[in-house]
């Protein structure tokens, strides 16, 4: 059991919102359902293991001392009139404050001060709190002589050395069983926590009557004087509430569990695992690897045949299917190369395909625009050629190629690679960069010819070339 236990349904909402915080929550709005979380939090996170808040210091400092301010309020109300059920919850907002106070970071010289402050009014309530409970209790247990009260310089809070036997019910009570719910977990359950509070199985029958409910409390009735330690209990009330073909049941339904599409397979393994536990005969190892075999999801089935031969145990199982997991993650992640842009510093080394060489594209790669109906440059049976090209007229009111523009066709007909450019720049009228890349200033241009100031449906170099050849 840890030091200076804190009774958490006692405390008030900005002391629960605090334990539910550091034990990474996001806390409910209502005190009844912030108490429904913490007990759930608690048996995960104890106290104990929660060694800094996580909360800004300011934040957490200014909250100490709102929550110690309501202790003096408490302890002045106890001076006048002592209360058993308001001395338990100052009692347990004390000992919330000894952990919270304990988690503050003194080395931080801004505030150091502060700390010492709380620190100091904190052992001297706690110190007053025990004075007030011995005089309203004279027979209460007495501390062991030589304890010293100080949080600052002891890890031992002001009451840890009080020993009282009902100390173990508030964990106890977290195990309830009413007979209906599986009695196989149910004593898995008591099993480990009893090993992690260090609770003796004597102690375990001394509480049964706060452990088990409605109709399993009235069975602990019946047979209470038959049994004299929680071993034997444990074994009739196996016998009394688990099924008679239990085995059998639990065993079909191994079989049949199969893994979720969210469920990774250590997750898997491990709750399969637990339920190979639960059997009371233990079956093969080589069956438990056929089940799972069976039972795991199809997408490891490439995998795992190129691996049948290495795969002789659950382990080996195990292992080959992480690694799958882990390459499918790497997989999803990958990420096509970025595009150049002006901030890039090295567009050298980037990747581009203006300047990767195509080398599925034959030599004359251009030729076939020209190889149409128009142009067949086969030796057999072709009714247009190249020369019948150049000669042919195609008259269509608004266009018409004559002579000197057929040579002009027929140059372009038989280009040559060397003289084929991938990358231009029409404004720079470079070759070493496209105009998406090109980092000269914007004005106006004639794409054609390269004037500037000027576009190119008023460019009047171009048009007065057009104007010569009609």
Known sequence: METYPIKFFLLNKNELVYEVLIRGEEPASTVLELRKQINK??????????????????VDISGASTSLSELLSRVKTLEDKFDANLFERTRALCNHLYHRIKRLDGSDSKYADKIKSLTKHITALSAKLDTINKSANPTSCEPVAGVVHSIASSDVPPNVSIHCDRSHISDLQKLKYNGKSCVHAFIQRVREYSTARNIASSKLLAYATEIFTGDALHWYRS??????????????????????????RLLSEIRQRTQGDTETITIYFAKMKELFSRLSKD??????????????????????????????????????????????SLTSQFKEPPRITGETL?????????????????????????????????????????????????????????????????????????????????????????????????????????????????????????????
């Open 283 to 328: 079956i093969s190892e080589q069956e438990k690897l056929e089940i799972l075999l069976h039972n795991i999801r199809p997408c490891y089935a490439s995998v795992l045949a190129s691996n049948s031969s290495t795969i002789n145990s659950i382990d080996s199982l195990k292992t080959i299917c992480r690694n799958f997991e882990r390459i499918q």
């Open 41 to 58: 939090l608690t048996p995960i996170i104890p106290t104990s293991d929660i060694c800094e808040s996580g909360i800004e210091p300011d």
């Open 223 to 248: 047979i209470r004087t038959s049994v004299s330690t929680w071993e034997e209990l444990v074994a009739v009330l196996v016998q009394d509430f688990s099924h008679f073909d239990y085995d059998y």
């Open 346 to 470: 090295a567009p050298d080394l980037a990747f581009s395909k203006f300047n990767e060489p195509n080398l599925n594209k034959p030599k004359f790669y251009n030729q076939h625009r020209y190889n149409n109906k128009y142009n067949n440059n086969s030796d057999s049976n072709s009714s247009y050629t190249k020369t019948n090209f150049k000669n042919q007229h195609f008259n269509n009111n608004s266009y018409n190629i004559n002579k000197k523009s057929n040579t002009n066709v027929a140059a372009i007909t038989q280009p040559s690679v060397s003289n084929i450019k991938t990358v231009f720049c029409p404004r720079c009228r470079n070759s070493d960069h496209p105009l998406s890349q090109c980092k000269a200033n914007r004005y106006p241009i004639c794409f054609k010819c390269g004037t500037k100031d000027v576009k190119y449906p008023n460019c009047p170099n171009c048009h007065s070339k057009s104007n010569s050849k009609n």
